[in-house]
Nanobody
Framework: QVQLVESGGGLVQAGDSLRLSCAAS????????MGWFRQAAGKEHEFVAG???????SYAESVEGRFTISRDNAQNTVFLQMNSLKPEDTAVYYC????????????????????WGQGTQVTVSS
């Protein structure tokens, strides 16, 4: 059984930084895309950042230049470095991973992700 466990969330002020971590267990995910999504109160889940198995990365326009996704395949872990945080970044952040081989690899589509963590709250005060 695959488990994704996020950590690193918290309450910070605008302009601060946070680093989220997501440790996967139960299956090696180095050959699959992993990503981060978030859900703000009253809103739908939205894509934040994704990392393909080939090192390809993709970011939502709202976080481009401020957030960086990285992964340590040896540790089956993915990270999200968040800099210059804004109040609008406040949300529950979810780590996700794909687990099936697909003819078309898309790292920014929520429907392509098979495994999800429980989420970690990030709150940015103004």
């Amino acid at each position: 059984q695959v488990q994704l466990v996020e950590s690193g969330g918290g309450l910070v002020q605008a302009g601060d930084s946070l680093r989220l971590s997501c440790a996967a267990s139960g299956r090696t995910l180095s050959k699959f895309p992993m990503g981060w999504f978030r859900q703000a109160a009253g809103k739908e889940h939205e894509f934040v950042a994704g990392s393909g198995s080939d090192g390809t990365t993709s970011y939502a326009e709202s976080v481009e230049g401020r957030f960086t996704i990285s992964r340590d395949n040896a540790q089956n872990t993915v990270f999200l470095q968040m800099n210059s945080l804004k109040p609008e970044d406040t949300a529950v952040y979810y780590c996700a991973a794909q687990g099936r081989v697909r003819a078309l690899v898309r790292i920014n589509r929520i429907e392509d992700y098979d495994y999800w963590g429980q989420g970690t709250q990030v709150t940015v005060s103004s």
